[in-house]
């Protein structure tokens, strides 16, 4: 049965149900429809135990990071735990490309799967309006005498769909490229504003070019910051949702971990935190991104830190790392499994490194066999590290009540928090980004282009360059080169552009070929998307 299906079967709850679960009366929520809603409420002091679900290195196959999350937000509410999931909303790139949905799997989904996977509540709508309102503004701006010297435009259109033409576009007065909407600088300062003051602060923030004198023109000085805002106003608010087995869910958010900082809105986490006693939210795709922006960037702004982490392995992605093409990952082959091992290892250790309780999860398939599960366990307990294995895809909360379990134990375990950040605000641009090259990558040297070395030299002389970093790289290696699994060293790693994203308050740093408007796969998803008798088929 596909998930579509399954979660098509399951009856829902009244959203404003779902909602008096965690405290929220009928007059904190603005419907949409009887099974979403927008949460409109401040935001609470925070008494929630948080915990970060971050994995191995991503394959073609999927590792279930989302699965894991949403049934161990089931299997804590079954044993007792006030408990909301906090997650990304989906883009539609990858809804009609080649991953798919964004919305877990099997009995382990949130509900309503269709509108979640597509407009939803219309969240992402608004930041591309918003974004390439901004754009038209600049335009126009020049158009009408340029008062302001605009020579240089860094502020770039966007649309949420796979559109590889739209990399290089003619403006006729310039050449310009487009972002997918979930790697707009609109998108990551929306997810890391505090309020909607803080939210147009950053919107006036936000640097659009540069005048004749290579002096930074800001948003704020073509004073539609207020526009900008108006059209979030409503996007702001965080979206409740429910599991399969009504277990609040606030999904909210949606920026890339590979080309953006890859984790939901800090309103909706906060949120999350002042309304349960435990919030599992999730960094996306491995930890070596997702993680690390998540503890480096999103931790640091927010003020706030995980009190456990669980890292997600599968069998088949270990076999992979170990060498094994992805058509005969489930043919036994232990060697590469333990080869691969080295890749789970890695992320265990670079998280350790945080100060952080680590909890290895296995999200088991059906073709996992007792001894491979048996060979992963021993190395992972041979770490020093708690296992866990999770079936919630196809048990739901059952399934990972043993990983619920644990959870609360490292929980109460870690009332004393040593976590810490891999750099300081203070270190210079370049050492940070070293810094995460040689600490959490393990390359062997970093190389850096001219053209990113004055730009680092610009944005530091402009007084940004206590702001942290946030690279751009391809999710599937430790390195720049995607064709380089398992867990490399002393590789050479390019530093080929930077970008000075100001209204989110971080430096992008893209490495190797990374694209910020991915493309479609020859086999895309949209192909089996269809309606047939009034209801959706084919969708993920």
């Known amino acids: 049965m596909e998930d579509i299906e399954i979660a098509r079967k399951y009856k829902k709850e009244d959203i404003r149900d779902i909602g008096k679960k965690i405290g929220l009366k009928e007059s904190d929520l603005l419907l949409y429809g009887v099974d979403k809603a927008k949460i409109n409420q401040k935001i609470k002091k925070a008494k929630a135990k948080l915990i970060l679900v971050t994995a191995i290195s991503p394959t073609p196959l999927g590792e279930g990071k989302t699965t894991v999350s949403i049934g161990l937000a089931d299997a804590l509410r079954k044993i007792g735990k006030d408990t909301v999931t906090v997650l990304r909303e989906p883009s539609m790139g990858p809804v009609f490309g080649i991953k798919g949905g964004a919305t877990g799997g099997g009995m382990s989904q949130v509900v309503p799967m269709e509108d979640i996977n597509l407009h939803f509540t219309g969240d992402f709508h608004a930041i591309t309006s918003a974004n390439d309102l901004l754009c038209a503004a600049i335009d126009n701006h020049i158009y009408f005498g340029n008062a302001l010297d605009i020579q240089d435009v860094y502020f770039h259109r966007c649309l949420d769909v796979n559109d590889r033409a739209l990399r290089s576009v003619d403006l006729g007065t310039r050449k310009e490229s487009f972002s997918i909407t979930a790697a707009s600088e609109i998108m990551a300062l929306f997810c890391l504003a505090s309020d909607l003051e803080d939210l147009k602060r950053r919107l006036g923030n936000i640097i659009i070019g540069t005048n004749s004198k290579g002096e930074f023109i800001y948003a704020r000085d073509l004073n539609v910051q207020g526009s900008m805002v108006t059209l979030l106003r409503d996007a702001f608010r965080p979206n409740l949702v429910q599991t399969l087995e009504g277990t609040p869910a606030i999904i909210h958010g949606g920026p890339f971990a590979n080309i953006a900082h890859g984790c939901n809105t800090v309103v909706a986490t ?9 919030v599992v939210t999730e960094a996306g795709f491995g930890a070596d991104l997702g993680a690390e922006k998540f503890l480096d960037i999103k931790c640091r702004k927010a003020g706030i830190s995980p009190d456990t982490i669980v890292l997600v392995a599968t069998i088949k992605a270990l076999k992979y790392h170990g060498g094994v093409p992805k058509d005969q990952v489930f043919e036994k082959n232990d060697e590469a ?9 890695r992320h265990a250790k670079n998280l350790n490194g945080y100060g952080v309780n680590v909890i290895v999860c296995l999200n088991k398939f059906t073709t996992d066999t007792k001894e491979e599960i048996k060979i992963v366990e021993k190395f992972v307990k ?115 552009d930077v970008n000075l994203f100001n209204g989110a308050e971080f430096i992008t740093v893209y490495l190797g070929d990374i694209m910020t408007m991915p493309g479609l796969s020859k086999k895309p998803s949209y192909e089996k998307i269809d309606i047939v008798d009034g209801d959706i088929v084919g969708l993920s």
């Open 382 to 496: 041979d770490m020093g590290m708690e296992f866990s294995l999770s079936t919630a895809y196809v048990d739901g909360g059952k399934g990972a009540e043993d990983l619920a379990h644990k959870v609360v134990e490292s929980c109460d375990k870690n009332k004393k928090k040593d976590f810490h950040f891999l750099y300081q605000d203070d270190m210079p641009v370049v050492e940070k980004i070293k810094k995460v090259c040689y600490e959490i990558y393990h390359a062997g040297d970093v190389h850096f282009s001219d053209i990113a070395k004055e730009k680092i030299a610009l944005f530091e002389k402009g007084g940004f360059g206590n702001y942290p970093v946030c690279i751009a790289k391809t999710q599937y290696s430790f390195s720049d080169n995607q064709k380089l699994v398992g867990a490399p060293v002393d590789f050479t790693i390019e530093v080929k």
């Open 270 to 278: 906060k949120t999350g935190l002042g309304l349960a006693d435990y």
């Open 337 to 345: 499994l333990k080869k691969g091992l080295e890749n789970l290892e």
